[in-house]
């Protein structure tokens, strides 16, 4: 948020941070009111546990994360006069959620493209609040809205051309691989491994859920237990497997608040072929954070092809939970 009250300025991001600089010679007599501005969103993925101290102007050198296309954004105007003091005063404690007290007129939208940048030009000039309102899977958590100033003070002068970075946290898209090299006819086994890397995380942030879902296809037969790892070590995981073969499968690691980002998860799963067919194995992996990150997603479809011993294998997806079983690690990290 762009804020100035005679003696300062500062500019809110997502995330609570706040970024102060001098306000000098910037006063609100100084706005040209008939200009147009704009606000240029740049969505990076999150590398770092902090952003870096945002100014209005372009990142230079330019933020090392991986750009984000595909976030939307909305923008609203608040009834609020930059030209006039008072206003300014009044956005120095303004805080998004009562700034939706104060929309006027109509939301604009943009999305961000493959260089993860969305363009809001032809700006009149006012304060804005920014909303992210949808974001792809692979976000973790959304940024929070925040409130934008067109102009914002930049030393002794005005910038119209506003430059915002709120950052996400990214989570990799979960992989599932086949191991089929024991079984050579039906009623053989085969294991299916879960791999997730963890995304980073905020200052204070901690994991609250990491698990899995995974409906095996009929033809398909579960074989208890099954096992977890982090970073290759055993760790303790409770399942649960219910219908006929106990083909429907839910898992979660029973001390997620334990990890760390950047580290390996991995869900391993046995089960018995007892019909011809093809395997195209999907799951779903979903993670959640102590800040309110929450994000599934599925792991991709392997390549198709015959199963064990040359035998097509069947195909299955995921689902349900009820009768438990807990497999408790060996000797746990925990």
Known sequence: ??????????????????????????????????????????????????????????????????????????????????????????????????????????????????????????LAVGAYLVTETNAPANVVKKAAPFIVTVPHPNGNAWNYNVHVYPKNTVSDKPSKTLDATNATKIGDSVTWTITQVLPELQPGETFTEVSFTDQLQEGLEYVAPATAQVDGTEVDVTITSTGDGGRNLAGHLDNPENLTGGETVTFKITTKVNDPGKIVNTANVTIKTSNGGDTTQSTPDPVPGGGPGGLPIRANRWGGCCSRAKHHAASSRW
């Open 1 to 122: 948020m762009g804020v100035w009250c005679g003696c300062f300025s500062k500019l809110l991001v997502a995330g609570g941070l706040i970024f102060t600089q001098p306000a000098n010679a910037a006063a609100p007599g100084d706005i040209d009111a008939n200009r147009r501005g704009s606000i240029i969103v740049h969505k990076h993925k999150q590398q770092t546990p902090q952003g870096r101290p945002g100014t209005g102007q372009p990142e230079n050198p330019a933020p090392r994360g991986d750009a984000i296309a595909g976030v939307e954004f909305k923008i609203q105007k608040l009834d609020l006069d930059l030209t006039k003091n008072n206003d300014w005063m009044t956005l120095a404690t303004l805080t998004p959620d009562a700034a939706k007290n104060r929309l006027v007129g109509f939301e604009t939208i943009k999305t961000t493209d493959d260089n993860g940048e969305a363009r809001f030009d032809g």
